[in-house]
């Protein structure tokens, strides 16, 4: 658990190199740096029955902020802890291989600086990965889909499959896929809930997700979900 809570040390020593001969202007944070999120709410104004039933995968977003509820929200409902030590997805044998990151963009989100943050369910935090607006690198690096450059927020389901195949072996790598799909369906509702509108996207270049996040080998990009107000 410690060395997990470490990661984003880690990430930052692993991808100092590859940052810095690349001439973008983001600055890689060296001291990590943590931010509460409000407390979640488990009331909502939308059913699930109404979420379930208008839920589309939207990708015309508003230049409008989210707020920090918002992303305390939507990253709640994707891994946050809701009992005990479990999460709001199930996952096999309660392994837990998924990890959530938000790319925020400049303005993407009132009281967030633009950059890259790493989910820490335990804790409901967020903490500073990167600093700097991504969100152009991110969208080149998922086939140019532009629509992930307009977005506040992406939020990035990341999977380290040990966790789950060391317990299961080659059938592990399936369970992850179908995890991170839970998760996924998971934020889709939620952002209904709020009024947002998000999509699914599996189109990209693993290597150039893990450049922009900076991430290990071993940490496995699965999704990226742009999130904002439908215009
Ligand atoms: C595994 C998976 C990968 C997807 N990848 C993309 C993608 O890269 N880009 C995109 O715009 N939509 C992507 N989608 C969203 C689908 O296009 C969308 O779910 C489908 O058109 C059905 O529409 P609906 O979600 O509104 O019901 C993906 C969906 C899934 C399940």
Same mark, same amino acid.
């Given at each position: 658990?410690?060395?997990?809570?470490?990661?984003?040390?880690?990430?930052?020593?692993?991808?100092?190199?590859?940052?810095?001969?690349?001439?973008?202007?983001?600055?890689?944070?060296?001291?990590?740096?943590?931010?509460?999120?409000? *407390? =979640?709410?488990?009331?909502?104004? $939308?059913?699930?029955? !109404?979420?379930?039933?208008? /839920?589309?995968?939207? %990708?015309?977003? &508003?230049?409008?902020?989210?707020?920090?509820?918002?992303?305390?929200?939507?990253?709640?409902?994707?891994?946050?802890?809701?009992?005990?030590?479990?999460?709001?997805?199930?996952?096999?044998?309660?392994?837990?291989?998924?990890?959530?990151?938000?790319?925020?963009?400049?303005?993407?989100?009132?009281?967030?600086?633009?950059?890259?943050?790493?989910?820490?369910?335990?804790?409901?935090?967020?903490?500073?990965?990167?600093?700097?607006?991504?969100?152009?690198?991110?969208?080149?690096?998922?086939?140019?889909?532009?629509?992930?450059?307009? *977005? =506040?927020?992406?939020?990035?389901? $990341?999977?380290?499959? !040990?966790?789950?195949?060391? /317990?299961?072996?080659? %059938?592990?790598? &399936?369970?992850?896929?179908?995890?991170?799909?839970?998760?996924?369906?998971?934020?889709?509702?939620?952002?209904?809930?709020?009024?947002?509108?998000?999509?699914?996207?599996?189109?990209?270049?693993?290597?150039?997700?893990?450049?922009?996040?900076?991430?290990?080998?071993?940490?496995?990009?699965?999704?990226?979900?742009?999130?904002?107000?439908?215009?």
């Amino acid at each position: 658990m410690i060395i997990w809570k470490m990661l984003p040390l880690l990430i930052v020593v692993l991808s100092l190199s590859s940052c810095m001969s690349q001439s973008d202007p983001v600055t890689v944070v060296e001291e990590k740096s943590e931010i509460s999120l409000p *407390a =979640p709410h488990f009331k909502g104004d $939308v059913s699930v029955e !109404e979420a379930i039933k208008n /839920r589309r995968s939207m %990708r015309d977003f &508003r230049d409008t902020s989210l707020s920090l509820e918002h992303v305390s929200q939507l990253l709640w409902a994707g891994q946050g802890i809701t009992e005990g030590f479990k999460r709001a997805a199930p996952s096999a044998g309660a392994t837990y291989p998924l990890t959530l990151f938000v790319v925020v963009g400049g303005s993407g989100v009132e009281e967030l600086n633009a950059g890259i943050y790493q989910y820490i369910p335990e804790s409901h935090e967020l903490l500073l990965v990167r600093e700097g607006d991504y969100r152009e690198r991110l969208a080149a690096a998922c086939l140019s889909q532009l629509f992930i450059r307009e *977005a =506040p927020i992406s939020i990035v389901v $990341v999977a380290l499959y !040990e966790k789950t195949t060391a /317990r299961y072996g080659e %059938r592990g790598i &399936r369970y992850v896929h179908m995890e991170a799909g839970h998760a996924g369906e998971n934020i889709y509702l939620q952002a209904e809930g709020l009024n947002l509108g998000t999509v699914v996207v599996g189109a990209f270049v693993d290597a150039e997700v893990q450049s922009v996040l900076g991430l290990p080998e071993e940490l496995i990009p699965l999704y990226v979900m742009p999130v904002g107000f439908p215009r």
